[in-house]
């Protein structure tokens, strides 16, 4: 009998050439191709959404890299989604490029997605798997992400295999496909199955029996249709079940009254990343950079992994040199020899590259893992692969702005005076307004300037669902976008949700949506009687000025509301901030912070009829730090911030100090009011390094707090002094120990600060100067210019 006839069962004539394999696999993906060649069918049936059969051709396509995915998605919810990831080394793949190459017609089997989605819905909340588990060779369907067994499991056990993935090394991938019979490793794996399958039936899925109905119907009409020239790739475990006898009438029973729901289907990228268990998808293999390695390299494989390992460890400034790679091949073979394996695995090649590259770290090592056993591989669609309006109007801004997307994150420096990158900041920040997190801000290295932004970007292969769920907003980025902001702006639940919309439309330059949002975020200020929201909502709305000057927006009328904003705010603030408890005036201390930080960006804008801004609010400020009914970490607060802006002398603060600190006052009062005054990461320690007075009456006081009172504000006072840098705590302490006028530096005649003289040092102030021009470049320049650099800098 032939292997054909073996793997068929009854002779050539008598049923399909059935190849069950293990998805994402690099040796079963070998032995399809070979069994293709030697089976040479009429018509190749693939495990798969039949709704995907109009985008096969695609797969021939030269813009087609894999790995990429099936992407269905329901028509009315397309946050509904499941994939089918095919890689490079996906037996399916390789299926589909071998019956192209051959001009032979190619079809998928499995339930189509109509029904996966809504069987997903009608089940206990879920959302249909994106993949399966890979133990039982599947790639998408119902409910299989629920698998009570893992059949490599079994099998690998039952070899005396602790590690399924070793056994699945040694018996396929280290086998040489074509070797001898093509379809030998497909008979002992479907009778292994079908062992497995005697004893555990559906493995505990009923929703594989009815995929497999399915399969077995498509199986009979394509028999019917090409006679014996049928061949079907599809995962291992379903091999038994559509070798079995049933009738037609039993397999249309089990598919009858499925729910439906309208579906569309296109391929998007996928990554090495998301075929990994790692990654939270379970599609499994935990190594795809290892099986795609495998199954690229033409020979040598070990050699040239080890030799790809090197080249990355070097570009990492790591020291690694060809005799390092001679030294890792020899112990990768010698470990394989040694634990009785054909060849080496991945195993023995990581702990040869522990021992010998990385020095026997797993620092390095990590690396290795994440860059190469994973990897960062994107794969790419051509253009003319279906995707709604949006995805498409995506792509055309991506290549414009020659903004790629890339599977590995990486960070992009945007400065918003250049007209390209200026054009990437409004792309990126209405993708986030669409709910599309292809990057996220982040802090910058360098200046921190409005004109300069930070983002850092990684494409996920989710981010395709979430255009196509976004694409019920418009057919463009921009429209989109803009209807988004529109309907958020109306649902908003509170006031500060309007001021941050308004702050991300400005961002994205929204002029369409920005007058509506500034009408609701009008109408919800004059409504708000809340200080607390009206204190939140002012710094995103001041921001949002700022966002529009480096953009050129008119902020004309954000401008009057924020004044407007401000004035009810400092109207409203010192009743609001009686009689506190705890909790409550601490939040009201940070309402207060972002309010000193929102008026110093406004400027000395007009108040409504009452004067500049910032005069009106230090009128406010001076009233909460005289009012006893105010908490003393809000009063401390407010002397703090006018002492900062040179509203309020050093001689006046150490007096509102002494008069807390006297002995009148409840400690728990005193350390509330320290707190505010010296705490909450605002530089009060370095306040109290350079004032012995402030720091004296702090001493002084502390050491005056009765013993029962003591341990009540401890936890409050080691709350204050731990947030300072430890150099700044232990010059405190250093200081104290000393004791008042034993520091090491003096105190100038006339001047109220120890450590500053009464007037400018034009010496010292000389001697920075060659530094300033080498930063600012000004080397060239004359004696005179240099001059004028110490009225600047002075």
Known sequence: MTGVERVVGQGAAAGPVLLGVRHHGPGSARAVRAALEEARPRVVLIEGPPEADPLIPLAADREMRPPVALLAHAVDEPGRSAFWPLAGFSPEWVALRWALEHDVPARFIDLPATHTLAWGRQGEGEVPPDTEAAADGDTGGPGSADLRIDPLGVLAGTAGYDDPERWWEDVVEHRGAGEGDALASFTALEEAMGALRETYGSGGHDRDLVREAYMRLQVRAAQREFEDGVAVVCGAWHVPALRQKTTVAADKALLKGLPKVRTDMTWVPWTHRRLSRTSGYGAGIDSPGWYGHLFGAPDRPVERWLTK??????????????????????????LAAMRGRPLPGLSETTDAVRAVMCEGSDVPLALVRDRLVVGDVLGEVPPSAPAVPLQRDLTRLQRRLRLKPEALEREVELDLRKENDAARSRLLHRLRLLGIAWGEPATSRGSTGTFRETWRLRWEPELSVRVAEAGVWGTTVLSAATAKAEADAVTAEGLADVTGL???????????????????????????????????????????????????????????????????????????????????????????????GAVGLLGDAPAAGHGPLRGRWQSVLRVLSGRDTVPGVIRGRAVRLLLDDGELAQDEAALLMGLVLSPGTPPADAAAWIEGFVGGGSGGGMLLVHDERLLGLVDTWLTGVPAEAFTDVLPLLRRTFSAYEPGVRRTLGELVRRGPGARGGETAPGSGIPGFAADLDTVRADAVLPVLRLLLGLDDMDENTGNNLVGVTG
Request: charged residues 25%.
């Open 309 to 334: 390992v090197a080249g990355l460890l070097r570009a990492e400034d790591r020291i690694v040199s060809s005799a390092h790679v001679i030294e890792a091949v020899r112990l990768a073979e010698t």
């Open 502 to 596: 308004a702050e991300r439309c400005l961002l994205a330059e929204l002029p369409d949506a920005l007058p509506i949002v500034m009408r609701v975020l009008a109408d919800r200020a004059a409504l708000d009687t809340d200080v607390g929201h009206l204190a939140q909502a002012l710094p995103a709305l001041v921001r949002s000025l700022r966002y529009g000057d480096v953009r050129g927006t008119d902020t004309g009328a954000l401008a009057e509301v924020a004044a407007g904003l401000a004035e009810r705010v400092f109207v409203g603030l010192p009743p609001a901030c009686a009689a506190l408890d705890a909790d409550a005036a601490e939040e009201m201390r940070g309402h207060v912070d972002a309010v000193h």
